[in-house]
């Protein structure tokens, strides 16, 4: 084996009792505090105790693997497996170039910097996808199953289409970092393809979720918005009966999507008198191993 793939996920833990030192990790080794573990756990606890994101990353990897016929194998960013475990490992079953793909379409800078610092010293040579999240395929899945939610509504002339995105602290792209652009981007791309299925019978926005508390250092930020609350009340206002929640931003479900989209952001939209339905995820599905295959593809013959 010379040629492998590796997938980079952000991570998760499959352990409760892991939160506090997985939490560290995404906190650059700040402690959370006891309050924040505590709300994390219940989190967890109200989508069944567990994530399934690193079971999809399995199950995803496997599939590659027997479409592109070279080993696959998937890490994350912050938690076990790490990236160079992961590295390691491809490294003494003979890998000597390793096509890394971020899953995380719209970081792609952030994680092919960890690798390359991960993989130093191995002797193996990494190529290293960069942003995807235009790729016309994946806008293409993510229509898809935001067009079978809006098939539900009786009613589309009264739905709102809310295309959501993981928030940023908003200095880190006044500093150019161009993840706002690429998820709007990714947006227009999805909502291209809805208008020619659906014309103008409904209305789209962008709305960033899932904001922290603090930024480095615990100092407070300003996030990337709208956040769900203010793109619901704008819904309300605007007449709308009711939202489809379509989480562009993410591959697959998680606990931001299964939390809090679908129990937090589910609720907020019941209190204001909206109907609630969400497109589906990517998660393994086949169609996106295929899009994957047109990622990772170019790097592996690189």
């Not at 170039?97 to 800078?109: D, E, F, G, K, R």
Request: glycine share 8%; proline share 5%; aromatic share 6%.
């Amino acid at each position: 084996m010379e040629r492998a793939v590796l997938l980079v996920s952000h991570g998760t833990v499959d352990h409760l009792d892991d939160l506090t030192a997985f939490v560290t990790n995404v906190r650059r080794g700040r402690p959370p505090s006891t309050e924040l573990i505590a709300e994390l756990r219940r989190r967890y606890e109200a989508i069944g105790g567990q994530s399934p994101l690193n079971a999809t990353n399995a199950l995803l990897a496997s599939k590659l693997e027997r479409r592109l016929s070279v080993p696959v194998a998937w890490a994350n960013r912050l938690w076990k497996p790490f990236v160079r475990d992961a590295l390691s490992e491809l490294a003494r079953a003979g890998a000597k170039h390793v096509a890394v793909v971020p899953l995380a379409q719209h970081s792609a800078q952030v994680y092919a910097d960890d690798a390359r610092q991960a993989a130093a010293g191995m002797g193996i040579e990494l190529a290293c996808a960069a942003n995807w999240g235009r790729a016309p395929a994946l806008g293409a899945a993510f229509a898809e199953r935001v067009s079978r939610a809006l098939v539900l509504e009786r009613e589309t002339s009264r739905a709102c289409v809310v295309m959501t995105a993981h928030s940023l602290p908003r200095f880190i792209v006044e500093r150019g970092d161009p993840y706002e652009s690429e998820v709007r981007a990714a947006a227009a791309a999805v909502e291209s393809i809805l208008r020619g299925r659906f014309g103008e019978t409904f209305r789209t926005t962008v709305a960033f979720q899932s904001q922290g508390m603090d930024g480095p250092g615990g100092k407070p930020v300003e996030w990337l918005g709208p956040d769900l609350r203010a793109a619901l009340d704008e819904a309300k206002a605007r007449g709308d009966r009711s939202v489809v929640l379509a989480p562009i931003g993410f591959l697959a479900d998680h606990v931001e999507i299964l939390y809090d989209l679908d129990i937090e952001a589910r609720a907020m939209a019941e209190d204001r008198g909206l109907g609630y339905s969400r497109a589906a995820s990517l998660n393994a599905d086949d169609d996106f191993v295929e899009v994957l295959v047109e990622v990772a593809g170019p790097l592996l013959r690189s």
